[in-house]
């Protein structure tokens, strides 16, 4: 990593013109506890490029309590144990177990072997397969877990292998910068989700005590980004003429269908009849896979008008 140990270190404020044998760290970027169990942090140096920065002991940041407070507080990997210590190994234990209560799908979609959309995602067959592998490398820290005797070098060492084995498995690395950013991203979607959960009531009470709208349902499996509906709301939802370019057919239906559950029977529905394909799921969300004509069940059809295939018809 470039040069080697320093004599003495101090923080950028603290330079003293005519000092020699001194060096000013600029700023700390990481830390990580190293085979032997020695704590490291990774410093910037004035003067010097980022393939310069070295790792030091912190008995050598004298003067830099300021940098340390400092990337505690504001950088990611700061805000969580440091790489390959006790704690780092204990908390992905604690984490990914807590998954299977949080069921979050912006974070179960990360651990897949190839990148799937938030339409896959809840395919319950490629939810199991999630879930199962994810019991496989929870079983594999537990286990490590149960033979920890004590906190040896060799002990250490244990655990470093099998956080990097579990981070592997699960496409932790691949996802995400390090392990403290995986952290991170589980942290903060805790505290988004809270906050969409709100802005839906929100949006709700507005929607049933201004107009005889229905309520709506906000989700975001994919990141952390807040929705920007309050023009559609108020223009769409709230406006009186919403709807006025949809109109429905005068004539006769085309074809009726005699299920009783026509997702399950889509292949044989009045969709299938006239060529289509269903293009809603069994909870009623439209299927991005399908870009084609929407052929919705009609007065002919049998079923009830909760059918998943009774979308347009029923308004929002």
């Known amino acids: 990593m470039g040069k080697t140990r ?5 923080s950028e404020d603290e330079q003293e013109e005519g000092t020699s044998g001194q060096y000013w760290a600029t700023g ?5 506890v190293d085979e032997s169990g020695v704590m490291l942090y990774l410093l910037r140096w004035y003067g010097y490029t980022d393939d310069q920065n070295t790792w030091e ?3 050598h940041l004298s003067g830099c309590d300021q940098l340390l407070v400092d990337f505690h507080l504001n950088q990611v990997n700061g805000r969580h144990p440091p790489k ?4 780092e190994f204990k908390k992905l234990l604690k984490y990914l177990s807590q998954l299977f209560d949080d069921n979050d799908l912006a974070v179960l979609k ?3 072997k190839k990148p799937i959309d938030c339409f896959k995602i809840r395919d319950n067959v490629v939810l199991k397969e999630i879930w199962k592998a994810m019991r496989t490398q929870i079983d594999i820290l537990y286990e490590r877990e149960k ?3 004590n906190r040896s070098k060799t002990e250490l060492r244990k655990c470093q292998n099998a956080v990097a084995i579990v981070a592997t498995n699960l496409n932790i690395n691949a996802n995400f ?10 942290d903060k979607r805790r505290v988004f989700t809270k906050e969409l959960e709100n802005w839906e009531n929100t949006q709700n009470q507005v929607i049933v005590s201004e107009s005889d709208g229905r309520p709506i349902r906000v989700v975001n499996d994919v990141d952390l980004e807040m929705p920007g509906l309050k023009g559609y709301i108020t223009e769409y939802i709230l406006d009186v003429q919403f709807g006025q370019n949809i109109r429905f057919e005068k004539e006769e239906p085309l074809v009726g269908c005699e299920c009783t559950d026509c997702y399950d029977s889509r292949d044989e ?4 009849v006239v060529g289509y394909p269903m293009v809603y799921t069994n909870k009623g969300v439209l299927n991005k896979a399908y870009n084609t004509l929407i052929y919705e069940c009609n007065d002919k059809c049998k079923c009830s008008d909760s059918c998943p295939n009774r979308q347009v018809q029923r308004g929002r």
Not at 84 to 87: H, K
Request: charged share 30%; with cysteine; glycine share 2%.
């Open 6 to 10: 320093r004599k003495s270190v101090k």
């Open 177 to 186: 910068e390090s392990v403290p950013h995986f952290f991170d991203f589980v």
């Open 84 to 87: 390959g210590s006790f704690e």
């Open 269 to 272: 529905c009045c969709t299938a």
């Open 147 to 149: 033979c920890l005797k």
């Open 28 to 32: 700390v970027l990481d830390w990580r």
């Open 110 to 112: 990360r651990f897949a």
């Open 57 to 59: 002991v912190q008995e």
